[in-house]
């Protein structure tokens, strides 16, 4: 293998890797040479020691894969920065196992104002319906509220309900809910950020949630203190990542705010990882307030940090049946959801994004919602003419066969999360999988289906409604196993798994021939791992961790 685009001392080298580049003109290697932040060379480890000076950092990768830095497409990282400070409630069962992590838990938090935690399944309580009254015989003193993984949902006890002044009821926007109880009070079950919100912001957390919740900036202006306080959550969230081998974020809120606290953190000791954020357009903005999309957009548009997208969402979950569908739910016959906006309000909306030049991703759960936003596109596009738009559809959990082939014929990308299907990870099969019911489980999570229908299909997490670990993504994407045995194979091989977690991420921000693969003149940006992946049995993937993190050309990582 020969040594392209080498001329001096690199500054880094890697060797005694199982390189796996990702580009099919040369796809392995065993050494990669960087200097000044980008790959320069590629290819044996004799090759490449010859770039090596008195200055070089030499990494062993003992073996060890090394692949491109994983892009993760659809995450959110200021409110998962904070929460990995909250408890942490995944994988509990039972109202015995739920009282005692609170229980442990709240003395822990001595000062906290609201105690909040994470991960909780649907399903804790059984068959039975979580309460008020369920958090009080836990935790009656002080205030607690607990959040679904998927973060549509959550419960609060009496206390929380009280000083959020919601206990009483109060009415929000379409698919925003305080559930209601037969004594007239709320009974602890909020769905959708509009009714969780009151209660969220006594947390002292409601700058974190502002990107999410209005996409708008935090009024008064955060303090000189309060400012540090955001950047230290920005920072541990970008730790976060760059110890998962996550090299690029793509995030899916925003707001100016945190692209300034992104930009004070650059300018202070550099960025671990790169980062685009996106103006979030919410049901009650007019169009005249994409203005601050395009602001934003040219204001950050480096290579570290970067705008340019607007996120939208459509619709809710499936869990609360808040997702809209074509067909009413199979376990409520009545009922196909509410969308957030109606198809001609989404229609504009995307006509006149589309207009502006910007991206569109737009959060589509149901087939109903993800057949409105391909309408959405199909219309901007005959409105403003066709070009390389690479408007997304984010996470597509039910789709139809009628909107399939849309993908290729739109150039649209189908963002969608190994993590998320019932069943592959922390989500169990109920009550989804019934919601669903069986007639539309063959193109449920159907990313075989729309990949092979020609779509680009890109990974993500969505950190922190999942483990952010892309390794984990891979393993689940690998190992995907149909609900029934008549349902297609919707597994992806190790290798398209890792493209979607790397070219394709670098597709979906127009970055494919400066990143997502290792090729001399791209971005220093890649992973050592401690094992080679490609020999690793799919069960044992998730056992493979990142050794080293580099990000142009830095380490970010190290473990
Ligand atoms: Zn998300």
């Known amino acids: 293998m020969s040594v392209t685009g080498a001329g001096h001392n690199a500054d880094l080298i890697v060797i005694n890797g199982r390189v796996q580049t990702m580009d099919d003109d040369n796809p392995a290697a065993e050494a990669v040479a960087v200097k000044d932040g980008a790959i320069i060379a590629l290819g044996s480890r004799a090759a490449i020691e010859e770039l090596k000076?008195?200055?070089?950092?030499?990494?062993?990768?003992?073996?060890?894969?090394?692949?491109?830095?994983f892009i993760e497409a659809h995450m959110h990282l200021f409110s998962g920065g904070a929460e990995l400070a909250h408890l942490q409630l995944t994988g509990i069962h039972g109202f015995d196992a739920l009282q005692k992590a609170i229980r442990d838990y709240a003395p822990t938090r001595p000062d906290?104002?609201?105690?909040?935690?994470?991960?909780?399944?649907?399903?804790?309580?059984?068959?039975?319906?979580?309460?008020?009254?369920?958090?009080?015989?836990?935790?009656?003193?002080?205030p607690f509220c607990m959040a679904a993984p998927d973060h549509h949902t959550m419960?609060?006890?009496?206390?929380?309900?009280?000083?959020?002044?919601?206990?009483?009821?109060?009415?929000?926007?379409?698919?925003?809910?305080?559930?209601?109880?037969?004594?007239?009070?709320?009974?602890?079950?909020?769905?959708?950020?509009?009714?969780?919100?009151?209660?969220?912001?006594?947390?002292?957390?409601?700058?974190?949630r502002l990107g999410l919740a209005t996409g708008g900036e935090p009024d008064p202006m955060p303090t000189a203190a309060e400012r540090a306080a955001d950047r230290d959550i920005m920072r541990r969230g970008l730790a976060w990542c760059a110890r998962h081998g996550i090299t690029s974020i793509q995030n899916m809120d925003g707001n100016l705010y945190q692209l300034e606290l992104l930009a004070e953190i650059e300018a202070e000791e550099g960025l671990p990882c790169r980062v685009q954020i996106p103006f979030h357009y919410k049901n009650f903005m007019t169009l005249d307030m994409l203005d601050k999309a395009s602001t934003m957009a040219e204001r950050y548009n480096s290579e570290w940090l970067s705008s340019g997208m607007v996120k939208v969402f459509y619709d809710g979950v499936l869990d609360s049946w808040t997702a809209v569908m074509v067909e009413p739910y199979a376990d409520r016959p009545d009922w196909v959801g509410e969308p957030l906006f109606t198809p001609q309000q989404f229609i504009d909306l995307a006509v006149a994004v589309d207009k502006r030049g910007l991206q569109i991703a737009v959060h589509s759960i149901g087939d109903g919602a993800v057949r409105a936003v391909l309408d959405g596109y199909e219309a901007a596009q005959k409105a403003n003419g066709r070009r390389d738009s690479r408007h997304r559809v984010e996470h597509i959990e039910v789709t139809t066969t009628a909107d399939v082939p849309r993908?290729?014929?739109?150039?649209?990308?189908?963002?969608?999360?190994?993590?998320?299907?019932?069943?592959a990870m922390d989500f169990p099969l109920e009550p989804t999988v019934s919601r669903i019911g069986p007639a539309r489980w063959p193109l449920s999570y159907a990313w075989r289906t729309l990949k092979d229908a020609g779509a680009h299909v890109v990974f993500a997490s969505d950190w922190p409604v999942s483990p952010i670990d892309p390794i984990l993504g891979i393993q689940a994407a690998v190992l995907r196993k149909p609900w029934a045995d008549s349902d297609p194979d919707q597994s992806f091989s190790l290798h398209e798994a890792l493209a979607a977690y790397t070219v394709?991420?670098?597709?979906?921000?127009?970055?494919?021939?400066?990143?997502?693969?290792?090729?001399?003149?791209?971005?220093?940006?890649?992973?050592?791992?401690?094992?080679?992946?490609?020999?690793?049995?799919?069960?044992?993937?998730?056992?493979?961790?990142?050794?080293?993190?580099?990000?142009?050309?830095?380490?970010?990582?190290?473990?």
């Open 155 to 208: 419960w609060a006890n009496t206390k929380a309900l009280e000083m959020a002044g919601i206990l009483q009821g109060r009415r929000f926007g379409p698919g925003n809910e305080i559930v209601m109880g037969d004594d007239g009070l709320a009974a602890g079950e909020l769905r959708e950020g509009e009714a969780f919100g009151p209660v969220l912001d006594l947390a002292g957390e409601s700058r974190v």
């Open 112 to 142: 906290a104002p609201m105690l909040v935690g994470q991960g909780v399944d649907y399903t804790v309580l059984g068959s039975e319906r979580v309460t008020r009254h369920h958090l009080d015989a836990i935790l009656p003193d002080r």
């Open 53 to 69: 000076g008195p200055a070089t950092n030499v990494i062993d990768a003992k073996g060890g894969s090394v692949v491109p830095g």
């Open 504 to 559: 394709e991420g670098a597709y979906a921000e127009f970055a494919e021939h400066r990143k997502g693969t290792l090729k001399p003149g791209y971005m220093a940006d890649l992973v050592v791992l401690s094992a080679d992946i490609e020999k690793t049995a799919p069960a044992d993937l998730h056992k493979v961790r990142p050794v080293t993190t580099i990000c142009g050309g830095k380490i970010t990582y190290q473990a």
């Open 407 to 423: 993908f290729a014929e739109l150039g649209v990308i189908a963002s969608m999360q190994p993590p998320h299907p019932p069943g």
